[in-house]
């Protein structure tokens, strides 16, 4: 069974960093897309960042400059380096992959971290 597992969140003063981390396990042939969505409250879900396999990456426009994507593709892994951070990132960030597992590609879910920023 495939698991996205998260780390990383916690409450930071605006103008700090945070890293986060999202290792995927489980019998997995290969993964495609990794990336970071979050959801404040009252909001829809937004996509942050996303890394193919090759290194391409995609941002979502408020977080260019300060956010920091990137994966380590023999470890299963996606990293979110969050710096600059302001009240308005204070989110749960989820991590997501679109993978190749026996029964075919599939899309996965990390359970969320909690990101809060206070001014």
């Known amino acids: 069974q495939v698991q996205l597992v998260e780390s990383g969140g916690g409450l930071v003063q605006a103008g700090g960093s945070l890293r986060l981390s999202c290792a995927a396990s489980g019998r997995i042939l290969t993964i495609n897309v990794m990336g970071w969505y979050r959801q404040a409250p009252g909001k829809q879900r937004e996509l942050v960042a996303s890394i193919t396999r090759g290194g391409s990456t995609n941002y979502e426009d408020s977080v260019k400059g300060r956010f920091t994507i990137s994966r380590d593709n023999a470890k299963n892994t996606v990293y979110l380096q969050m710096n600059s951070l302001k009240p308005d990132d204070t989110a749960v960030y989820h991590c997501?992959?679109?993978?190749?597992?026996?029964?075919?590609?599939?899309?996965?879910w990390g359970q969320g971290t909690q990101v809060t920023v206070s001014s």
């Open positions: 997501h992959a679109n993978l190749l597992e026996s029964a075919g590609w599939r899309d996965y």
